[in-house]
């Protein structure tokens, strides 16, 4: 699972430009900062407060006024910004984040996304999903293309509740790469070694199939 | 001058049942712990909170909970705490859930006297459900009501006598904008200083929002 985890990391790394305002989810999100190209430098922005999220400190280092939104000690890069929550919310409500990064339970074949409620528990959160969703610039989805279960997470329509009614733009999975668009959901490359046959047995979602 | 900087005894001596009272903190991280075991060990009870959390199990707001002090809880993520659960289906606690960004700027609408917003936040989903909806450029949006209080209890780094307050790196987070949205504000600081030490550029909250200040002890170090 750990490969499963860094080889849609590294998929997701390459949709970054120089210069991204990025916010990342728990999970996968994660990692995508391990997998960056050399010549792509981005800004990690987390919604509790800081413009530039360094990597995870030294045990000797830990400070505990410094963590990110998962609430894990980070630290903080050259050129970074602390701010309130009100200020930060209104970057991400205002378009001024580039790209959000984030894990979902299902996507559906319109690219609404369900992230925040979990099946069969009482709805107790929902964080900064909702308007991470409405106002990042481009969100992008990694996760899993099946639940633990072998539930197909790629549906025609969401069963959970969704997060939001904007469509998400690029779906990232260990199995293939799909676009949404107006007309839905364009699967627009596989994964190494993956069949568009194993593609369609593992989606319930209507995809058309766009051959690079 | 008034004399602001109090116990932390006095300070929280301020407080009645049935107060709705934020607390400003991320986590752990930026919470008022020490003003919140007073909260504990004086012993309100009914309390409202407006906080994005509340605690983990056994610390900070979670031992109100936990000591039977909540009647209701309003933020955006409970859900790493258990014991929040558990008091919700046992009937004994009511949450009202917001997303984080529609919470605290809900706070600040209240703060700066602000009948309300649209925000796109929740729009369409079951979180949206029964709030007034309006069509704005093509976009659906929902309106959001201010929120205000009885009491904030806040954390900052360090306050002057006067009560100007200066922050430390992710731990501002809720703080500087509940400050502004409560009848009576309760700041928990690292250290006190003398007007005029805080580099008045760098400071964040202004005296003018600050009512009560209490120093932590050698003795609270860090929760």
């Known amino acids: ?212 | 001058m008034k004399n602001k900087i109090v116990s932390k005894e006095q300070a929280i001596a301020t407080m009645h049942d049935g107060a709705v009272v934020m607390v400003g903190g991320f986590g752990q991280v930026g919470t008022p712990l020490v003003l919140i075991d007073e909260v504990l060990r004086q012993g309100y009870r009914d309390l409202t909170v407006i906080s994005n959390n509340v605690g983990e199990p056994g610390k900070g707001l979670s031992r109100l909970l936990e000591n039977g002090q909540l009647k209701k809880a309003i933020g955006s993520y409970f859900t790493s705490n258990r014991t929040v659960g558990e008091y919700v289906l046992a009937g004994k606690l009511s949450v009202e859930l917001v997303p984080q960004g529609t919470f605290v700027e809900r706070i600040r609408a209240g703060g700066a006297g602000i009948g309300g917003f649209y925000t796109r936040s929740s729009a369409g989903t079951l979180i949206g459900e029964g709030k007034e909806t309006r069509e704005i450029n093509g976009e659906l949006y929902v309106l959001e009501q201010p929120l205000t209080a009885d009491f904030a209890l806040i954390r900052a780094h360090r306050a002057d006598k006067l009560g100007n307050l200066v922050y430390r790196k992710t731990a501002r987070n809720f703080n500087p904008v509940m400050a502004t949205a409560a009848k009576t504000v309760i700041v928990e600081v690292d250290e006190i200083v003398e007007p005029g030490e805080l580099d008045a550029e760098a400071i964040v909250t202004p005296h003018l929002f600050v009512d009560y200040i209490v120093e932590r002890g050698h003795e609270d170090g860090r929760h």
């Open chain 1, 1 to 212: 699972m750990a490969d499963i985890k860094h080889l849609i990391a590294a998929r997701a790394a390459r949709e970054l430009q120089d210069g991204d305002i990025v916010n990342l989810g728990i999970g996968i999100p994660t990692l995508v900062v391990e997998h960056l190209p050399d010549n792509v430098d981005v800004f990690l922005h987390t919604e509790n407060g800081l413009l530039g999220v360094g990597p995870a400190p030294g045990p000797d280092e830990v400070d505990p006024d410094l963590v990110n939104a998962g609430k894990l000690p980070v630290t903080e890069v050259v050129g970074s910004s602390f701010f309130s929550s009100d200020h930060s919310f209104a970057m991400i409500r205002g378009g001024h984040i580039d790209v959000a990064i984030l894990g979902a339970l299902q996507v559906d074949s319109r690219g609404y996304v369900a992230n925040w409620s979990v099946p069969g528990q009482a709805i107790l959160g929902v964080g900064g999903a909702m308007d991470l969703l409405i106002g990042a610039k481009k969100v992008i989805v990694t996760m899993s293309h099946m639940t633990r279960d072998g539930e197909p997470k790629l549906v025609d329509t969401c069963t959970l509740p969704i997060t939001a009614l904007r469509r998400v733009d690029k779906i990232i999975t260990e199995l293939a790469v799909f676009r949404v668009t107006d007309e839905g959901l364009v699967l627009e490359e596989l994964m190494p070694g993956v069949t568009l046959d194993e593609v369609r047995t593992k989606t319930t979602a209507k995809f058309t199939y766009e051959v690079k």
